[in-house]
């Protein structure tokens, strides 16, 4: 069965340094994989996703991930972060031609002025 | 112009209640889904529903019942309401194919 480990449960940076919130996966198919962010009292937006094709995925606000199928990991980084990027981000996996999306445990990312 | 909204956004009620939640989607998708966010932030899938025929029911107890009207709304409703059921409760809708969800802006539940 699939499942997702966010290594991190919390991530203190300073503002415009940059930063990796890493995400592992376990799953014996092949798999989407998402990152989505949860702003203080908001639902989930979709910040980025893999389907296939180039490791290296852009999303939005400047964020990006890299897929490595051999480490089975899909980091989520931000050469540059700003105060308004404080939020909880949950990596996420889907094996192909499954109904369901599982969620890591979400890393809370806090940006210090 | 919301894709996924859900009311009511706040409800506050007693223990023993009966109480229910409403999900509408004006994506065009056909699976929806209810999930549980607690206290720690953890998202637990609870139920999905594929054009108005149940597809997961994860362990939840009896006392949690979906139902889907059509296949733009899902509904959750919740008899004789227990502390633990305090939580964020967040409806979502799936594109075909790569599973990418929509999520609704959560109804946060606080049983008293």
């Known amino acids: 069965a699939q499942s997702v480990t966010q290594l991190d449960s919390q991530v203190p940076v300073f503002e415009e340094a940059p930063v990796e919130l890493r995400c592992n996966y376990s799953s014996s198919v092949s798999v989407y994989l998402f990152w989505y962010v949860q702003y203080p009292n908001q639902g989930l937006q979709l910040l980025l996703k893999y389907l296939s094709g180039s490791t290296l995925v852009k999303g939005i606000n400047g964020f990006e991930a890299e897929f490595n199928k051999s480490q089975t990991s899909f980091h989520l980084r931000k050469p540059s972060v700003h105060i308004s990027d404080t939020a909880e981000y949950f990596c996420a996996v889907s094996e192909q031609g499954a109904q369901k999306l599982v969620f890591g445990q979400g890393t809370r990312l806090t940006i210090n002025p | ?112």
């Open chain 2, 1 to 112: 112009d919301t894709a996924v909204s859900q009311t009511p956004k706040y409800l506050v009620t007693q223990m023993g209640n009966d109480k229910s939640i409403k999900c509408e989607q004006n994506l065009g998708h056909d699976t929806m889904y209810w999930y549980k966010q607690d206290s720690k932030k953890f998202l637990k899938i609870m139920f999905s529903y594929n054009n108005k025929e149940l597809i997961i029911n994860e362990t939840v107890p009896n006392r949690f019942s979906p139902k889907s009207p059509d296949k733009a709304h899902l509904n959750l409703h919740i008899n004789s309401l227990e502390l633990g059921d305090s939580a964020v409760y967040f409806c979502a809708s799936r594109t075909s194919g790569n599973n990418e969800q929509f999520f609704g802006p959560g109804t946060r539940l606080t049983v008293l």
